[in-house]
């Protein structure tokens, strides 16, 4: 691959299902996108098509509610940090990211006493809006489905680092965390940061961006990269974690989200 990059590359987790040839060409494709530019598109992921629609109208339909229905859920209300954020709520890198959204986890009881594991505190219950109950079964299927592609993706990556294909089952195979976000960026006069530049924390991202709508971009060899939705497909990129486990051979990549002009989202 070269180091100058037009476009994200496109990797097909269908070809897994193949021969071993299959196989070996996905794991290595999957290695090189990773390593030398830290994001690239999946597609033949297998989650259907009108589930990825009925997401996005669900999504579509909590940002849509009353502001006291979403303030109801505020993430001040949760010491687990779930819940919902407004527009101007957060900054990166000193400066406001223009966006309203809400964080849900994986849905699991209190931690009572975590002793030394002094994380576990951040496991708990989600804030779910009354206004719209459907938005629990409509994520919680999400997150399931999205933990089933992010362990099909750490196996791969195992086998192409050459590392036993269970290598990362010590850390995912009991109590995996994950974290699901609901972002809105409205529109306004002048374009500006609707996230600033930042990498991301965890293990692996999978970013699935509404049809037709752009903003995101990635940083590669000195230059910003547009990646915007590409029909039924997956933005994925490699977080702090992942990049740290091994020994930075996997890159937790830069990137940035521009938000769009008046009268979108």
Not at 18 to 30: E, K, N, S
Not at 72 to 93: A, C, I, K, L
Not at 181 to 196: A, N, S, T
Not at 231 to 246: H, K, M, Q
Request: net charge negative.
């Amino acid at each position: 691959m070269s180091t100058s990059l037009d476009s994200l590359p496109i990797i097909d987790l269908s070809v897994l299902a193949g021969d071993g040839a299959d196989v070996a060409a996905f794991d290595q494709a999957l290695l090189r996108a990773t390593h030398e530019v830290g994001f690239f598109y999946l597609v033949g992921h297998g989650i259907p098509e009108d589930v990825v629609e009925h997401l996005f109208a669900e999504a579509e339909r909590f940002f849509a509610l009353p502001e006291a229905d979403k303030l109801d859920v505020e993430m001040t209300r949760s010491p687990h940090f779930r819940g919902y954020t407004r527009t101007g709520g957060e900054f990166t890198q000193g400066r406001v990211d223009w966006r309203e959204q809400i964080d849900l986890g994986a849905e699991r009881d209190v931690v009572a006493d975590p002793g030394p594991a002094a994380y576990l505190r951040l496991e708990g219950p989600n804030l779910w809006p009354t206004a719209q109950p459907s938005l629990r079964t409509v994520f919680t299927d999400w997150e399931q489905r999205c933990s089933a592609v992010a362990e099909r993706l750490l196996l791969a990556w195992a086998l192409s680092l050459g590392a036993p294909e269970e290598v990362f089952d010590g850390a995912f195979a009991d109590r995996p965390s994950t974290l699901i976000k609901l972002i809105r960026y409205p529109g306004r006069e002048e374009r500006g940061q609707g996230v600033g530049a930042h990498n991301d924390p965890g293990v692996l991202t999978l970013l699935m961006i509404e049809p037709g709508k752009g903003g995101l971009a990635v940083e590669h060899a000195g230059q910003w990269i547009e990646a915007p939705a590409l029909p039924g497909a997956f933005v994925v990129n490699i977080g702090e974690l992942l990049e740290w486990a091994t020994d930075g051979y996997l890159k937790a990549t830069v990137h940035r989200v521009e938000s769009p002009p008046a009268g979108e989202t």
